[in-house]
């Protein structure tokens, strides 16, 4: 038994976003004769984020309710994408830059920057997410909820399932929302 490592220098690829290779390797004993049994790892490789948005609530639009937040999931590249198995969202109000707990039931405004996740209800289809109105602030004009004619800004991030930990998203795309709400 013996480890050993290859670097690319002595392996001949193209790093195409989206191709497939196969490593395969076998044994030389020392008589010269190679294993008739190999071992092989087959891989897409992937160095592109993914893409997310928000749906809803629309850009630049005025609403009187929140009842969930939707949006969208693409992995690159289009050729082999892997998934998208986690989306984080940040909804800040926009007047004092305060970010949302999400936390379900007992949520607040909190001054330090706040991502919500799987734990604060962002649920993770194939193409698409969600969050439902228990993790969201009511429509009220009390401190833990919505106030009317306050503007606030919804942006999101998300890693596919590359090896290595993922390929993440960097917050702030164009593809977030801002939205007023007014009741």
Same mark, same amino acid.
């Given at each position: 038994y013996v480890n050993w490592t290859s670097t690319t220098n002595n392996i001949s690829y193209a790093p195409l976003d989206g191709s497939t290779f196969t490593v395969m390797a076998r044994s030389l004993n020392f008589a010269g004769t190679y294993s !008739? !049994?190999?071992?092989?790892?087959?891989?897409?490789y992937d160095s592109q984020a993914p893409q997310? %948005?928000?749906s809803t609530p629309v850009n630049s639009t005025y609403t009187s309710t929140l009842a969930s937040l939707t949006g969208t999931t693409q992995d690159f590249p289009l050729v082999n994408p892997g998934a998208?198995?986690?989306v984080q969202l940040r909804l800040q109000r926009v007047t004092d830059g305060f970010? +949302?707990?999400g936390t379900t039931g007992v949520g607040v405004w909190?001054?330090?920057l706040q991502a919500m996740g799987a734990a604060q209800g962002v649920?993770? +289809?194939?193409s698409s997410w969600n969050v439902g109105s228990s993790n969201l602030p009511a429509p009220t004009n009390l401190a833990t909820g919505l106030e009317s004619g306050d503007s606030y800004y919804i942006t999101t991030s998300g890693t596919d399932s590359a090896? %290595? %930990?993922g390929n993440t998203?960097? +917050?702030n795309s164009p593809r977030g929302s801002t939205f007023t709400f007014d009741n």
């Open positions: !008739t !049994t190999y071992a092989s790892n087959t891989f897409v997310t %948005g928000v998208v198995p986690v970010y +949302w707990t909190s001054n330090s649920a993770v +289809w194939v090896d %290595g %930990g998203e960097a +917050w």
